[in-house]
């Protein structure tokens, strides 16, 4: 660009140089002709005059020898006596024969008065004006001077030219120069800032100062940056909160074109496909290993789906797609997956509960039912009574289990609990209290050893209820007679600890993990008359209490559960 600036600058210079010159250099010629035309006028008008050449006699030129002489700008002046025929009678420097009324100076002196040509004289080399003027007596009177028009070409201005255009050259390259760095640099800087803005630095500004067009278009530029870079933050932004809400979502969701590559994929999306690495732009059907989702991203029906995918792990899924537009045309589309495995899960345990719960109740009021259908016919009052004992007993099984039931209802819905501080030895010294008869009547000793004065927060009535499960079951699968209950309420690394130990029955290894389930009972055969409730409060009242619990059981030899609760 520079280039072409300095050598169209210069071309016009150039150009500006030779017209200008030409045309000075014309109109000078132009003068001097002029001038020349003048003076050859007055001097045919003072040979005249001086030589009263209307009264010349054809053979008297003596007067007029005395103007050989005449001399205009310091050059002779040449000058010819000549009559209406042409013909030459006098020439102060050589008497031609020729005729001269074809010339026409003299043509057009004879017609009109006067009259001038210029013409290329070869004898001398020179361009000759002749200006002729008619006498009274139809005479012509001419004279001629050689005129030196100024060419450039000429010897001697030769050099002066060169020297000026040499000197104009240099002043103008010098200009151009100038100009070139006046508008290059600016237009040097917007291309700089460009390619740094394409390299993503939108905080850089064109540092263009001038007062002209480029300092508008500098201007207009820096504003377009602002702009850009507003639209550019506004678009992070925008993507930004997008990519956020994405990540953050409990949801997998994957975004495909027409051809099922992968716009956009969330972690969610990739952790319950199992992908490992960025599928962007890659074809998702290649990545998923599962035939029924596949199946569902090919074809059009149907838009939801419940799937189960036995890969990366067996997981309940539902399926949704919705088509993606942009403003108008169909761009692919939008693939959510909703992990049910858990809802499914607690539909399954729900329905399992009621089940149970059912089964559980069916049983006592089967037995209920029969006994006293059955007492209707008895006529001895021993089995009456017998079968009233049953009834009774089957009757306060089933008051248990419905109590239970609640109990553990109302826990498992967290109903908002009320948060006491309570010191929970206190409580534990109340359950002993109402437990203390039953141990007594089985020969079961107890021994409470509290070693905490620490307030614990929560819910005191359900850690009533905690301590009332687990003691009553010490009780209730100790050995009668030798049976030994010891509770042990204290602190140990910013927890409250509470230590149920009996050694009675036992639980089986293999029943340990299984003790928490709901109506969950070791050998239905102990007929201790549970409901295989109380560990699954027990476990839930826990896990209100941000605590954890523990057992150790040997069978036959004794079993001790260790709740720790935090402090805070
Ligand atoms: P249940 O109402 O039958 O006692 P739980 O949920 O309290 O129900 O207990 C579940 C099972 O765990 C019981 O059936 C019982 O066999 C066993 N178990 C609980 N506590 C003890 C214990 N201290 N010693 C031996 N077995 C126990």
Known sequence: MKNKILSSVIITVLFAIVIVTSSFMMLMNLEEIKNTKEELKNVNYLISELNNITDISHNDYENLKRLNDLKINNINVRFTLIDNNGIVLYDNEEKSSENHSSRLEVKDALEKGEGYSRRYSSTIKANFLYYATRLDNNLLIRSSVPIYTITILHQENIMYCLLILALVLIFSIFLSLRLVKKIIEPVKELERVTLKMT???????????????????????????DQLQMKIHEVIEKQTKIESILKSMESGVIAVDNHNRVISINPCAESLLGIKKSIIGECLLDYVNDYDINKFLEQEEENDKEIKILHPIERDFKIKKSEMFDGVENIGKVITFQDITDINRVELMRSQFVANVSHELKTPLT????FAETLKFVKDDETREKFLDIIDKEAERLSRLINDILVLSS??????????????????????????????????KIEFINNNTECILGDRDKFYQLGLNLIENAIKYSKDISGIVEVESFSKDEYYCLTVKDNGLGI???????????????DKSR??????????????????????????SELEEGTTFEVKIPYV
């Open 508 to 522: 089986p290894k293999e029943d340990i993990s299984r003790i928490f389930e709901r109506f969950y009972r070791v």
């Open 411 to 444: 826990i498992e819905s967290n109903l908002i609990a009320d948060v006491d501080e309570f010191e929970p030895g206190l409580v534990i010294e109340e359950v002993l209290n109402i437990m203390r008869k039953s141990a007594i009547n089985r020969n079961i």
């Open 527 to 552: 007929k201790k008359g549970g409901t295989g409730l109380g560990l699954a409060i027990v476990k839930h009242i826990v896990k209100i209490f941000n605590g954890e619990i523990n057992v150790k």
């Open 367 to 370: 037995s209920i039912k029969g």
């Open 199 to 225: 390299k993503g630095d939108y905080k850089i500004r064109a540092d263009v100062k001038t007062n002209d067009e480029l300092g508008t278009l500098g201007n207009s530029f820096n504003n377009m940056a």
